[in-house]
């Protein structure tokens, strides 16, 4: 199972990348700075769940659900976040994310949605 961990903060992608390592050593995970990188990773196929800041540059979280919705490309997001609004709660849940994780990320947060996910 592949696993994208997009932020465009690096210590935030390494906190990310070391939990889901730990969860399950055999999980692929490939931690991507911006949306858009994480776009042309998601196109090449296999990716079953991302991990994903909303607030980035270039392409935003949401940005990178809706292009994703578009081509038919559909794994499970986890938006990962320092401030949840209701509006982007309700933006996101609009488009089909389930997960919503608040900063500052704990190991319990992320093996809850994995658990989930995992065991869908």
Known sequence: MKVLVVDDSA??????????QN???DLDVIDLADGT??????????VSLVFSDIN?????GIELVNECKA??????????TSHLT???K??????GVKYFITKPITQDKIEEVLKEVLHA
Request: aromatic residues 6%; without cysteine.
């Open 37 to 46: 990188q994480a776009l042309k990773e998601l196109k090449n196929g296999g």
């Open 71 to 80: 081509l038919d490309i559909d794994p499970v997001f986890a938006f990962v």
């Open 11 to 20: 210590a935030q992608r390494l906190i990310l990348k070391s939990v889901v």
């Open 56 to 60: 980035m540059e270039p392409m935003s």
């Open 86 to 88: 209701d509006t982007m």
């Open 90 to 95: 309700e933006k996101a849940d609009s488009i």
């Open 23 to 25: 969860f399950d050593k």
